[in-house]
Nanobody, 119 residues
């Protein structure tokens, strides 16, 4: 069973920075894309950023220029450096990872980590 363990959330003032990290448990299956999503209260989960195994990235327009996603393939880890944080960035952030499981793409979620940005 694949597990994703997140860390790094917390409370920060507007304009500050936080770094989120997520590590996927070791598995025989190939790890494909990884990413971060957020879910604000009363809203649907939405994309923040994704990164493929070869390093190609994709960002939501709202975070471009402020957030940077990176990964360490040797450690099955994906990180999200969040700078110039705004109150509207407040949400639970979820790590997501896609594995090739016996030829099929399967996605897994972390437990979520709270990010709160005060004004």
């Amino acid at each position: 069973q694949v597990q994703l363990v997140e860390s790094g959330g917390g409370l920060v003032q507007a304009g500050g920075s936080l770094r989120l990290s997520c590590t996927a448990s070791e598995t025989i299956f190939r790890l494909n894309s990884m990413g971060w999503y957020l879910q604000a209260p009363g809203k649907q989960r939405e994309l923040v950023a994704t990164i493929t195994s070869d390093g190609s990235t994709n960002y939501a327009d709202s975070v471009k220029g402020r957030f940077t996603i990176s990964r360490d393939n040797a450690k099955n880890t994906v990180s999200l450096q969040m700078n110039s944080l705004k109150p509207e960035d407040t949400a639970v952030y979820y790590c997501n990872a896609h594995f090739n499981v016996w030829g099929q793409d399967r996605g897994y979620w972390g437990q979520g980590t709270q990010v709160t940005v005060s004004s």
